[in-house]
């Protein structure tokens, strides 16, 4: 007998007439006597969207059914069946029935181009995995999973996408698979390591090493001031939930008990102190060839003169690093930092106005670069500004304070009181500043209730509340990347709860942020998850292609998932939606030369001609057709997606067993750090006999927490090296064997609760209760 679990909390949205409700308990008692056809029976439907990854147990869950009306897709239709079931996988049997409710009174949503109906599931929090099926017209979702980790592994493939990006860096197959692995590239002479002024390249005087750092997107070259940002939201993703972060990603330094996210933004610090000169001022850009792989690459690498931009935006990267690393026990290297960044806001007040300006005809930087890296006087003043409050944080000097009050009302936040996601760097550095000690009270206070007023603005939580979009991600404008904007958008959400705006607006905030997340993984009207090549790792519609330099159109192994031999890595936040897109102006002109026949290669259509959200197409041809104003990554597209799906990962007691704490074990495998109150070491050569654990006792010291768990713990071990987990029943069965090595989280959501015996090595035993 399969039991339904009715929803009654919106019983009064959806009124039954007698003839309804005789066809209600007709249907009700069909379930009750047969169970729904086997899953490979039903055909997935393109018409139900969700987050193709699940959900989290208390999050609100809705799964969009869309009926297209205007589009490429306007000439298919779909009839939303008269009920909908949540069906757990398992057991193939509905846990949920309610029926969809028409959005907006059935009206078009001009956005999407679709009338939209809304099936409500939040109340299911059951662990499992499931998918939305439309009774009377027997198709379904996407399978998705309902857990506390649902976003753990799209997080983790997320920040090995940066590790992809990696200039100057061999990919080992142990680390980047097979599939991806290539030797480090622009290493050759006259390339990174001893690369030349862009208009000097016959002068040796001007060679300097500029190796490091990220290919900045689909094309390799490197902009200091946006490897600045990216650094500077790595340091914060941290600051968020730094009990999100964990040792085991895969990476080269994965396993050194430092967070491979730190490890991983490292990489564009190095890079950063490369680029500054010994006056402090910073190089503004460098420009790499192009091959694929990227390896093979064999141009000179040229760089551009230090600009007050590049310079500032350092200056407020190292600093915030510095404060992190510090924290992290690394303090000659934080101090290094600190100098450094001192040196670089030296330099940028004596030089205010230094601009460099690449790839400008008139500048005589033709072809250095693509994106035009440098900014405007605003823009140099949200750099100092950002660069005083970190480096008032670090020193405690009131100058850099002084900086802030004297300016913060310019920010447009303030000037504007108005909070919208094209600013989200300049809005959070003010919303950072409320939170340091010694900040100026009144200052303080203006910030915040000038971002509580932004917020609920007709864009913000006006539109949230108002259900302004269907697919419950609205923005106002989709423009060249609306895929960072839609993160940007969640951000602006949680920023409310991470800087303490409005605490009855707390659980608000956190649906209208998880709303961008489902959007990104798919809940949207093509279903597709913006993610590259996620099918193994939980996705089922992931984006096949994009512009990239690596995984160029036509290439055998790397082009399209399904087509080439691999398809691109894992993981990459694709542009999104872009209804200015438009090919070259020379296919219209037919004076394209040899690339004249690609302008009519294929369709575009989309994404040209189409409601906004429709405005994409999974593909990565470059000229003429010019893809990447659709679908080329970003590593700021990326940093934001990060951010945002941290925010919703667990964030796990630390050793100490403080909840989304900071101490770990340091180098002498002493919990340290965090609220400890103990000094981290780096220095394994420092340990004494006790810190160095070599007391049998403590060596064989485990915990477990919590205790009793509802199905996620954390097993904290002072022991060094490799051991085997196992976990027993009270039946004696072995449920679940993994390896691990040090603190490692544990999943045991799939098993009943009850009593178990964990087995750590032979060496210690725990009993752990799951309720």
Excluded at 41 to 67: C, E, H, M, N, W
Excluded at 456 to 476: L, Q, R, S, V
Excluded at 499 to 519: L, M, P, T, V, W
Excluded at 729 to 743: D, I, P, Y
Aim: aromatic share 12%.
């Amino acid at each position: 007998m399969t039991v339904i679990l009715v929803d009654y909390q919106h019983r009064d949205l959806m009124p039954f007439t007698p003839s309804q409700t005789c066809k209600a308990v007709a249907f009700v008692a069909l379930l009750f006597v047969t169970s729904v056809s086997p899953v490979q029976g039903q055909a997935i439907s393109k018409y139900i969207v969700t987050d193709q990854f699940g959900y989290l147990p208390a999050s609100q869950k809705i799964a969009v059914i869309r009926d297209p009306q205007t589009g490429f897709d306007a000439g298919e239709s779909f009839a939303p069946g008269a009920s909908y079931a949540l069906v757990d996988k398992t057991t193939n049997t509905p846990v949920f029935t309610a029926n969809a409710t028409a959005w907006n009174g059935g009206a078009e949503d001009a956005s999407s181009g679709d009338k939209v109906w809304w099936f409500d599931f939040s109340s299911v929090t059951a662990p499992g995995t499931y998918y939305v099926l439309d009774v009377s017209n027997d198709v379904r979702s996407y399978e998705f999973v309902i857990n506390d980790n649902v976003y753990k592994e799209a997080l983790k493939h997320a920040v090995r996408a940066f590790y992809y990006q990696r200039c100057g860096f061999e990919k080992k197959a142990e680390h980047a698979g097979a599939a991806w692995a290539d030797g480090a590239s622009h290493m050759k002479p006259l390339q990174d390591k001893n690369a030349r002024q862009y208009n000097k390249a016959s002068d040796a005087s001007t060679e300097v090493d500029v190796s490091g750092g990220w290919y900045d997107a689909g094309d390799y070259n490197k902009y200091t001031n946006w490897t600045a940002n990216y650094v500077i939201d790595f340091m914060h993703a941290y600051q968020d939930v730094p009990g999100a972060w964990s040792d085991d990603y895969s990476l080269p330094e994965s396993g050194n008990k430092i967070p491979d996210l730190l490890d991983e933004a490292k990489w564009g610090v190095d890079h950063l102190v490369r680029l500054q000169k010994s006056n402090g001022s910073v190089l503004s850009i460098v420009g790499e060839s192009h091959a694929s792989p990227p390896s093979s690459a064999t141009g000179p690498s040229v760089y551009g003169t230090p600009s007050t931009s590049a310079t500032l935006n350092t200056a407020a990267a190292l600093a915030l690093a510095s404060k992190v690393y510090g924290g992290r026990g690394m303090k000659e290297y934080a101090n290094k930092l600190k100098e450094k960044a001192v040196k670089a806001w030296d330099w940028a007040t004596a030089n205010p106005k230094v601009v460099f300006k690449n790839n400008d005809e008139a500048s005589g930087t033709s072809d250095l670069g693509a994106g035009q890296q440098e900014t405007d006087d605003y823009g140099r003043l949200v750099f100092r500004v950002r660069a005083a409050c970190y480096l008032f944080e670090i020193t405690g000097e009131t100058k850099y304070r002084d900086y802030v009050d004297a300016h913060y009302a310019e920010i447009h936040l303030v000037a504007w009181s108005f909070a919208y996601p094209f600013e989200t760097a300049s809005q959070e550095v003010l919303l950072y500043y409320t939170k340091l000690p010694g900040a100026t009270a009144s200052v303080v206070n203006k910030i915040k209730d000038t971002y509580k007023a932004a917020m609920n603005g007709d864009e913000n939580f006006t539109a949230f509340y108002g259900a302004k979009d269907p697919y419950g991600a609205h923005i106002k404008d989709y423009t060249w990347g609306s895929n960072s904007t839609k993160a940007s958008m969640g951000l602006m959400y949680a920023d409310m709860i991470t800087y303490g705006i409005d605490a009855s607006k707390n659980d608000d905030a956190r649906k209208a942020a998880e709303g961008f997340i489902h959007y990104l993984h798919g809940t949207n009207p093509l279903s597709m998850l913006y993610l590259s090549n996620m099918n193994a790792y939980g996705g089922d519609n992931s984006v096949n292609e994009f512009y990239h330099s690596w995984f160029a159109n036509g290439s055998a192994k790397w082009d399209r998932v399904g087509t080439s031999t691999y398809g691109p890595a894992p993981g990459f936040l694709t542009g999104g939606p872009n209804p200015s897109y438009d090919r070259d102006n020379c296919c219209a002109t037919n004076s394209c030369g040899d690339a004249n026949a690609v302008c009519n290669s294929e369709s575009l259509v989309p994404p040209k001609g189409q409601p906004s959200q429709k405005s994409y197409k999974d593909f990565n041809t470059s000229w003429p057709l010019n893809s990447w104003s659709v679908t080329e990554n970003s590593g700021g597209y990326q940093i934001n997606y990060i951010r945002l799906l941290s925010r919703f990962v667990p964030a796990n007691n630390d050793c100490s067993g403080t909840p989304n704490g900071a101490a770990s074990p340091d180098a002498c495998q002493q919990c340290a750090g965090g609220t400890t109150g103990i000094e981290p070491s780096t220095d394994e050569s420092q340990c004494n006999a006790v810190t160095a654990l070599e007391d049998d006792e403590r060596l064989a010291s485990v915990e477990v927490a919590p205790n009793p768990t509802t199905g996620v713990f954390t097993l904290y071990t002072m022991r060094a090296g490799k051991y085997d987990l196992r976990i027993v029943n009270a039946l004696g069965n072995e449920v679940l064997k993994e390896t691990h090595m040090g603190n490692a989280t544990v999943d045991m959501q799939q098993q009943p609760p009850g009593v178990y015996v964990v087995r750590i090595g032979t060496w210690a035993v725990k009993k752990l209760v799951k309720i």
